[in-house]
């Protein structure tokens, strides 16, 4: 069936009204793998038709810190939030997760950064708008509400990366696939980019859907019992092979060796791979959490485990995510379990 334009309207705020239906046992677990690994598949492909479709010219490359510390310990807006590596400091010149490895100025570290949890506060995205707005950060294949935006005066320019600036939110362009069990009958598309055939759908099954999203933090990784929003990252090494090929569009996939550093220095999520874990050095690693607040003072005051002890387990997923949910206020938390009943749908369900 093809998508009839009059089922796209002008409001506010995207929707897609989807027909789901009931996955159930076996059969489910496996489609959703092939669901996964095809989802993923037309992502990037998206996003490198995208840098044909619209190039941009790359002006900065994204800058580092020589070195981030064993300890680091950063304010932040309600007090201060501290970075530990079991490891030792890490020279950021020798490690992939620092170095330019696609096309457009973007290393991880442009939307990982350790004073923002090692994801991006829109008040830093902000920042980075204001002071130049050529920063890495800022480039159309999913930094701007739509890689088809206007960015040609900076009137035009601050509207295509608002979403990024007031909400720290990067585009993620999803696939529609035949085999999913719903379609996208409805579409409230304020950014002209799901409704353009160019850049979303073609028809209620077909082409790309966008969402946009909170970058997750690169950080207690170790306790992770799924990758991304919607679980379709099979484990971190296949995370970093797809973060470089899409979000800096490289033409290249990062080397085994590459891709073991830059896993090395994030932590091995050893429940979505133990055995490539095993490549990996122990002992590395980053643990994120907040050292002191404004109001209550010193986390650890008083015998309290504070940010020394971290949940393992299923706690660990809810205490990354608690700690998400300090910085987007109406964001609720997730029921362990809930995850892996809708893995493989493609969509954004982390959020409930
Ligand atoms: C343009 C910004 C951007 C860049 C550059 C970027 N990421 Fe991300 N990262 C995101 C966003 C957005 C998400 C969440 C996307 C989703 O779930 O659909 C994410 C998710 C992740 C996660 C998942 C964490 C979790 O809790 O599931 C990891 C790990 C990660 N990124 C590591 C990396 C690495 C490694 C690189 C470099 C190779 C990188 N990122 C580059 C924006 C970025």
Redesign the pocket.
Known sequence: MRLNSSLFCNRTVLAAALALAGLSGVAAAQSADVDSSATLAGEIAHKQRMRQLFPEQTATT?PAPQMIPQLEVDADPSGMIATFQPGGSTETASN??FQN??TNG???????QPQDGW??SAQHAKERFLADSND??F?L???ATCPSADVSTPIAKAKAYSLLTDKG??R?G?PMLSTMQFKITHVQDPYSCTTNPATGLSDPKTGIAS?Y??????T??GF?S????????PD?FH??????L???QGNTA?SVAQQNQ??GF?GC?SANNPDACAAIPPGGGLFTAQLVDAVAGSLDRQGAAGPRQPRSGSGGFLY??QR?ARAEPDRRTVRPGHLQRIRGLGQ?H?RH
């Open positions: 994204q992939p997760f490895l696609g973007r290393t991880c570290f442009t939307c990982h994801a991006v890495p950060l480039r294949v999913d930094g939110l990067i993620v999803l969402f999203r909170r970058p997750l933090p690169s207690n990784l992770l799924a990758i991304m929003w919607d679980g379709r990252e971190l995370q970093s092979v797809d973060a470089t899409g979000h800096a990062p830059i896993v994030e999520a990354r995510h998400s954004p982390r």
